[in-house]
Nanobody, 124 residues
Framework: QFQLVESGGGYVQAGGSLRLSCRAQ????????IGWFRQVPGKEREGVSY????????YYSDSVKGRFTISTDNAKTTVYLQMNSLKPEDTGVYYC?????????????????WGLGTQVTVAA
């Protein structure tokens, strides 16, 4: 069974950094659209960052641009989200997701495989 396994969440102070990992098990991430989403209580799930493993294109939401970086390893087995200068409003459950596509997909309902999420808490 295909699955994505997230890790790297935790508690940090404002201004700190975390690196989230998303490892694919049972499949490779070649020619995929990869998304990092976060769920905040009282708000809709939002797309934070996207990566096309086929073209190398990336996308960042305005709220994280300049602070977060999405990347993948050369073997295309793991996707990372480096999060710097974290703010309390970054707190939430972060999910990685993947779907086969030659370009980036921007809607959460377009993603077929999802991880179970990892909690990120940023203290004020």
């Amino acid at each position: 069974q295909f699955q994505l396994v997230e890790s790297g969440g935790g508690y940090v102070q404002a201004g700190g950094s975390l690196r989230l990992s998303c490892r694919a098990q049972g499949f490779r991430l070649d020619f995929q659209s990869i998304g990092w989403f976060r769920q905040v209580p009282g708000k809709e799930r939002e797309g934070v960052s996207y990566l096309s493993t086929g073209s190398g294109s990336t996308y960042y939401s305005d709220s994280v641009k300049g602070r977060f970086t999405i990347s993948t390893d050369n073997a295309k087995t793991t996707v990372y989200l480096q999060m710097n200068s974290l703010k309390p409003e970054d707190t939430g459950v972060y999910y990685c997701a993947a779907t086969s596509s030659p370009w980036i997909r921007y809607r959460d309902d377009e993603y077929r495989i999802w991880g179970l999420g990892t909690q990120v808490t940023v203290a004020a």
